[in-house]
């Protein structure tokens, strides 16, 4: 009898400790998948159960990190890869999730320190060096970045990964091309550019583009063509502080005639423009924006100067919501305006918020006062989503609605498939519904930019 209440005992313990097995392999399975199919909230949380069942589980524990961390709970992951330190001060796995998540946060001091340790207790793992390299690469400083990926690529001529991340930095470096397509019920935009990058911090650009304004309610005639040459330069200080520079020149052609239109039509203007941007803080960005646009009129030849002051603080919340808050002065004609006696002062607003819903899916919603060069559109409001498909495929919807001080308004609805294959290439194209007053129809929207 005690043999048989023993022997059931055993059994009955075997059977708990294969279930438990059992069950510790399907989480971690199920972890694993959500992995692999970019739920990282998933992960998180089944990693999270892995480890209150296993706390001495060193796997476990950088597993549950890394998907905290690509989950954007940055915080929490820091705190996971501090426990496994406290017990392996020098595990190189949980020094460069340190490094990478310090990088993600933009705080650049802390992730080069951290990978500039990974490089003295681990020198032959490739990932301090790489991770040293991205980060002076997001500060900007081209010529260090490229000093450590030719580093690594030296020192690793064998590893793919390596090879990889040395080749893409290097795209980096390389002039790039762009062009962009896009016609509605009120313009047909053709634009195309040409950006150069040099030096360690500086680029320059240059860009062509034609808006053709079109009447829907005079049977889509065309009003006037607006051609555009613009050269631009920007110098990189380091990560979110900028100055950008930019110089423009505009003509117009009509196709009717000038009594027709009933306001002061512009012949030609320069626009001249000047941006700094500078981080408050690594949450606050803030950027200040000064336009002068010299113009001349079409029919009097009188010529008047358009002034635009613009300022707008860009502050992250948490990792995956921040907002945008902006405020600033327009001195132009109104949109009616018959001569230059006619400027009028006005104030300029923009709000907005981008928010990270998950990995995969983004929303954003913005509005704009004045935001147009001809001075026509009073307001913009915008709202967008956009969802990952895989590494390659995006989709991206999209509602805009445009105020105009004169005339009906105008609403759209966009859907768009984006395409980004590799380093060299981003393209997207899309096609919308746009309604204006009793006019309606589907038009189209293609962009493509290629970097040599």
């Known amino acids: 009898m005690q043999m048989n209440r023993t022997l059931a005992t055993f059994t009955l ?11 510790t392999a399907d989480t971690e399975d199920d972890a694993a998948s959500a992995v692999r199919r970019g739920d990282f909230a998933a992960a998180a949380s ?76 681990a020198p032959q793992e490739a990932g301090g060096l790489l991770g040293l390299a991205a980060t002076y690469a997001l500060d900007h400083d081209l010529a260090s ?61 240059a860009e062509y583009q034609d808006e053709t304004s079109i009447a829907p309610q005079l049977g889509n005639s065309k009003i ?61 960005i803030f ?55 006619q400027l009028t002062n006005r104030s300029l607003v923009k709000v907005g918020f981008q928010w990270d819903a998950t990995s995969r899916l983004n929303l954003g919603a913005k509005y704009i006062t004045n935001p147009d060069l001809d001075n026509s559109m009073k307001a913009t409001s915008i709202a967008e989503a956009g969802y990952s498909l895989t590494d390659t495929w995006s989709v991206l919807g999209r509602y805009r609605a445009d105020e105009f001080k004169t005339g009906f308004n105008q609403t759209g609805y966009y859907l768009a498939a984006r395409y980004v294959p590799n380093s060299h290439w981003w393209s997207e194209v899309g096609v919308k519904y746009a309604k204006r007053g009793s006019a309606s129809g589907n038009y189209g929207l293609a962009s493509v930019s290629y970097r040599f």
């Open 13 to 23: 313990g075997c059977a708990m400790v294969c279930s438990t097995t059992a069950a």
């Open 46 to 121: 089944a990693y999270e159960q892995l480890v209150e069942n296993n706390p001495t589980s060193l796997t476990l524990r950088l597993e549950l990190a890394s998907a905290l961390a690509k989950n954007r709970q940055w915080e929490r992951a820091i705190g996971e890869y501090e426990t496994v330190l406290k017990r392996h001060p020098n595990n190189t796995e949980a020094l460069l999730g340190i490094g990478t998540v310090r990088r993600w946060q933009g705080n650049i001091a802390e992730a080069k320190d951290t990978y500039q340790q990974v490089r003295t207790v």
């Open 145 to 205: 970045a490229d000093k450590y990926y030719e580093q690594a690529a030296k020192l690793w001529p064998g590893d793919s990964s390596v090879q990889q991340a040395a080749y893409d930095f290097r795209r980096q470096r390389n002039p790039r091309l762009y062009m962009f397509w896009e016609t509605d019920l009120s313009f047909e935009s053709r634009q195309a550019g040409a950006i150069l990058p040099f030096g360690a911090r500086e680029e320059i650009g």
């Open 224 to 284: 006037y063509t607006r051609r555009d040459q613009k050269l631009f330069y920007t110098h990189y200080f380091g990560l979110n502080r900028m100055l950008d520079v930019s110089a423009r020149t505009s003509a117009y052609q009509y196709y009717v005639p000038d009594s027709s239109l009933g306001y002061a039509s512009i012949d030609t203007y320069e626009e001249y423009r000047v941006r700094y941007t500078v981080p408050l803080s690594q949450q606050q």
């Open 287 to 341: 950027a200040i924006r000064y336009t002068i646009r010299p113009t001349i009129l079409r029919v009097s030849r009188a010529s008047f100067n358009a002034h635009k002051v613009e300022a707008e603080l860009n502050t992250r919340w948490s990792p995956a919501f921040s907002t945008l808050l902006g405020a600033g002065w327009l001195r132009d004609l109104d949109s009616n305006a018959t001569s230059t006696s």
